[in-house]
């Protein structure tokens, strides 16, 4: 009996001292993994003030004393200082074992590890990126941004005048830029350049601004007088705030603006392509990473021709057989159809409170997650803005306040009605704002690690915007058959819906067409003749769209059909136990993630 005791003594000892190593072991990953994630998000937003207003309300836990409030700086040496923090990250997160993470920081680890390959990839690009397109520029974003620029504290207040004051160094950043671009040989051509000093002599309108009309102006005042009404700030204080907003912009960001419009005609002219991507040295393989990273989608571009296609015939098959039951109703072909009939909803509010009713059976509930109220408030873009923007989008609130979100709606590109109400579903719920909310609330109730804020999947966040945009053509049909609408006009709907996608499928191919095959613009043309669409103008107008702005119709049709790839594999998995409450579900608490991690996680999880 007492040889045995020590024995045992030794057998615990080994026991207690491998679970003390276990355990030490397993934290040392996970406290690197945390070190390396925090430095890369806090890195990711350093210098960036409106990035980080975005992305933190409250940057307090992550910053102890935030830089003095600016915009990002252009200059080749922060490109590369930008590359060199991904290629440390990628290094570091190499060393971690993901098993000895806790979940939720493993599939981050899992996230990351492609996403920072594929963005060094692209490092290695130089110039192919248009930050001054004149369809998206960071010229017309960033006057939106600023207009949204929340103001909770009074610190809010002197951050977003010091921003304001910052603007000249970031427009001069992004001239330089183009300099560097136009002496590479890949500055924009003669007429998008002509476009961008068109946009900044109109953005910041010298008329608007004498009259104090701008909406930098009267949003500025609105937002002030809520801090008053808070009591962060004096009343008698107003007009010496908007004194200096009126100063900044007239004396400040104006002259700003006018000095980046002469620095882009001066450089007008010096632009050798006219066509897509793959007509410029290095621009295939620009362009297959930037399609990687703006779809998740792993496939080749022939692969993913191929897949295109067969949805096309598909599709146009479907549309036959809709197009012949709409004859046989009416007499009449779908296109002889006038304007469309009156649709029930036309108030931006009221059509995303039906659209929030109509979704709760297939989607989860955010009051699972939260019992705080999410509110959204859909706005009007400016006049000043509505040639140069979107037919809508949504501002992302931040992390770690989802509780108020805007989405703007564009006036003279979106018809009220049907129109709206499908946009409102891409947009609001369950589109945009839903899955961002629910995810977020999601991802903070499961970890404090906030570097996946900071990780852009578009492909997924678009893909699920157009997959529910999908999804609320139903709805529609619903709505019309509530209303007593005819089975015309509900079959009309149904149409409608599929022409859309038939119309962003062609135009996806076009993009490889352009960017991938060099196809110029007389064969874009013919093409586009072949469909039905034989006006110049609009035909000249698709190719320059599609010309300035790669990938993006691939962001979203080809990210939609790999939802549905998705949901026919889930089906297949999970049999009788499938439902579309179930796999939205776990769309949501796994996303946003690039579309291979998100398969091998279905299968992982059965």
């Known amino acids: 009996m007492k040889k045995k005791f020590p024995c045992l003594f030794t057998a615990v000892f080994f026991l207690g001292f491998a679970a003390v190593f276990f ?12 070190q390396v994630t925090e430095h890369f998000f806090t890195s990711s937003l350093a210098g960036d003030s409106l990035s980080l207003h975005y ?42 074992d993901p098993q000895g993470l806790r979940e939720p920081d493993a599939w981050t680890w899992q996230l990351m590890i492609p996403w920072l390959e594929n963005e060094l990839a692209m490092a290695q690009c130089e110039y192919f990126e248009e930050p001054l397109s004149p369809t998206s520029g960071m010229h017309i974003e960033l006057p939106v941004l600023l207009s949204e620029y929340t103001l909770r504290s009074r610190d809010d207040l002197e951050d977003y005048l010091e921003i304001l004051d910052s603007i000249p160094a970031y427009l001069e950043g992004l001239g330089q830029y183009e300099k560097e671009k136009a002496a590479a040989g890949l500055f924009m051509t003669e007429e998008d350049a002509a476009l961008v000093v068109e946009q900044c002599d109109a953005i910041l309108s010298d008329d608007l601004l004498q009259e104090g009309k701008h909406f930098l102006q009267t949003g500025f005042e609105e937002r002030l007088d809520r801090l008053i009404a808070e009591g962060e700030v004096d009343s008698r204080q107003k007009e010496r705030y908007l004194s200096e907003n009126d100063r900044l912009l007239k004396t400040v960001a104006a002259p700003a603006y006018e000095a980046l419009a002469d620095t882009i005609f001066l450089l007008s002219g ?44 598909e599709d146009m098959q479907r549309l036959s057989a809709l197009s012949g039951e709409y004859r046989q109703l009416t007499g009449q072909t779908p296109d002889q159809a006038s304007v469309l009939f009156a649709f029930p909803f036309e108030d931006a509010q009221d059509i995303l409170e039906d659209l929030q009713r109509r979704m709760q059976e297939d989607f989860p509930s955010l009051s699972d997650l939260s019992d705080t109220p999410v509110s959204c408030t859909a706005k009007t873009v400016s006049e000043s803005l509505q040639a140069y923007t979107s037919p809508a989008f949504y501002l992302t609130p931040p992390i770690d306040d989802v509780s108020e979100n805007v989405i703007y709606v564009n006036a003279s590109s979106t018809r009220p009605g049907l129109e709206l ?33 900071v990780l852009s999947f578009s492909g997924f966040v678009e893909g699920w915007a157009y997959y529910v945009e999908n999804l609320s053509y139903d709805y529609a049909v619903q709505v019309l058959a509530e209303s007593g609408a005819s089975e015309a006009q509900q079959l009309l709907v149904r149409i409608l819906g599929l022409e859309r996608n038939l119309q962003i499928n062609l135009y996806c191919l076009l ?16 093409t586009l003749a072949a469909f039905g669409i034989s006006d110049q103008n609009t035909a000249d107008a698709i190719f320059d769209y599609i010309r300035r702005e790669p990938t993006t119709y691939l962001k979203y049709y080809l990210s939609y059909l790999a939802i549905l790839s998705l949901k026919e594999e889930a089906q297949t998995l999970w049999q009788e136990q499938y439902s579309d409450l179930r796999f939205h579900t776990f769309l949501l608490q796994t996303g946003p993630s690039d579309f291979t991690n998100l398969k091998n996680r279905l299968k992982e999880q059965g």
């Open 23 to 34: 355990y030490l072991f397993l934290n040392s990953d996970a406290r690197r993994f945390q």
């Open 55 to 96: 992305t933190l309300a409250d940057p307090s836990p992550y910053l102890e004393a935030p830089d003095p409030a600016i915009l990002p700086v252009y200059s080749r040496e922060s490109r590369l200082a930008g590359a060199a923090l991904m290629e440390n990250t990628l290094t570091a997160l190499w060393k971690i």
């Open 270 to 313: 010096s632009g050798q392509y006219a066509g897509g991507l793959g007509q410029m040295p290095g621009g295939l393989v620009y362009y297959t990473c930037l399609l990687k990273r703006n779809t998740g989608f792993s496939g080749t571009p022939e692969e993913i021709v191929q897949l295109l296609s067969g949805r096309l015939q």
């Open 421 to 453: 109400y499908t946009t409102l579903a891409h947009e609001g719920y369950p589109g945009h704002l839903y899955q961002t909310v629910y995810s977020r609330l999601y991802e903070n109730s499961r970890t404090d690690n906030p570097v996946r804020a």
């Open 511 to 526: 993009d490889l067409s352009i960017h991938y095959y060099g196809a110029e613009r007389e064969e874009v043309h013919q």
